[in-house]
């Protein structure tokens, strides 16, 4: 159990985010850039690292340093906390000899992602703690309240509204078995996690994503978002094009971008020009080849993927903030409706022997 305990307290508080990421990448650039060598830059920052998976981290990469290997070599061995993305311009710095400058634009790059990320986190907070209240507070009332009103519908002896009747019956089920309820809860959400890690489960959820009608234009621009920064910031640091496609195809985080990215690598391994497959996939909107086209012609592809990932990360902000508006009203009419119907099932019997009695 000791074991068990320690593994969740190191997943829980020892994760490394984006924001240890773009802190770390700040943090070296500014050492080097002082004239400090790449392994004593480490050690200080494994003296204030505050996560102990950052601090195990960075000792093995003074290790890894000291016998003679380069950087992104040692960081490839902690794939769990860099990716290969990170990895990627860490190397393209090494080769260039412009590693401080490189780690510089890595940071500003990873605080855009990171700030956008938390936008979107953001916005499914509210919604969701919602939805979470208004479960705990229907159970409560299941446990607590209505025991209680039950036996005053007992002493009524008058026939009870179906309604009334069937929250009645969910009641007494809650009461007698709510160890059931938590398992049953407890096993759908561990089933679909585990539903969306397998090869499978991990596609259909995706795909479902991409093709729901109220928020398939989010997903779109938040994978395109995505998809653009993480072109941008490889093909601008050095990175060959199909490397370039192959790690953005890894970390764009859904399954079927991903199986169209390997596609376009294939083509492009041909010598198509990356435009031409892009423009014949329906999972990618006409502007990103269209775009595309203009960065291989004019030879600044960099440049204009980057102008394309401000233009989709400013309308998932504004999209973010316009189903946010909707959403609200939505939830307070699905929360007045569950109310009501509680409320009606509850009073409206007492109300009924009231107009009886007065009669």
Same mark, same amino acid.
């Given at each position: 159990m000791k074991l068990n305990l320690q593994a969740l307290q190191t997943d829980l #508080?020892?994760?490394v985010g984006g924001k240890d990421k773009a802190v770390l990448a700040r943090q070296l650039a500014t050492m080097l850039g002082a004239g400090l060598a790449i392994d004593q830059s480490f050690r200080i920052l494994s003296s204030q690292a505050q996560k102990q998976t950052l601090k195990k981290a960075y000792l093995g990469i003074v290790t890894d340093l000291e016998q003679g290997n380069s950087l992104s070599f040692s960081l490839s061995k902690y794939n769990k906390i860099f990716d290969p993305v990170f990895i990627a311009i860490v190397r393209s710095g090494e080769n260039s000899g412009k590693l401080d400058l490189v780690l510089n634009q890595l940071a500003d790059r990873l605080e855009l992602t990171e700030e956008f990320n938390s936008k979107i986190k953001a916005a499914m907070y509210y919604p969701a703690f919602i939805v979470i209240t208004m479960v705990v507070i229907i159970f409560l009332m299941m446990i607590f309240i209505v025991p209680q009103l039950k036996s005053v519908f007992a002493d009524m002896n008058v026939e009870l509204p179906l309604a009334t009747r069937m929250i009645i019956a969910v009641s007494n089920f809650t009461v007698k078995f709510w160890w059931l309820d938590v398992i049953v809860l407890i096993a759908i959400v561990a089933g679909f996690s585990y539903f969306i890690r397998t090869k499978? &489960?991990?596609?259909?959820?995706d795909k479902f994503k991409i093709h729901l009608p109220i928020a398939r234009e989010l997903y779109t621009m938040i994978y395109m978002a995505r998809f653009c920064r993480t072109m941008s910031?490889? =093909?601008? /640091? &050095? =990175?060959? !094009?199909?490397?370039t496609i192959a790690i953005s195809a890894d970390v764009i985080q859904n399954h079927i971008y991903t199986k169209s990215l390997k596609d376009v690598a294939a083509q492009v391994e041909r010598g198509i020009p990356m435009s031409v497959p892009l423009q014949k996939d329906k999972n990618f909107p006409p502007v990103v080849s269209e775009m595309i086209m203009v960065g291989e012609q004019t030879g600044k592809i960099g440049p204009v993927l980057t102008k394309l990932a401000e233009y989709y990360e400013r309308e998932t902000d504004t999209r973010i903030k316009s189903l946010s508006s909707l959403v609200e009203p939505v939830i307070i009419v699905i929360v007045g !409706?569950?109310?009501? #119907?509680?409320? #009606?099932s =509850? =009073?409206?019997? !007492?109300?009924?022997? /009231?107009q009886a009695n007065l009669e």
């Open positions: #508080f020892s994760r499978e &489960g991990g596609s259909t959820w910031m490889l =093909i601008q /640091a &050095g =990175i060959p !094009i199909m490397e !409706i569950g109310v009501g #119907f509680l409320v #009606f =509850i =009073i409206w019997p !007492i109300y009924s022997l /009231a």
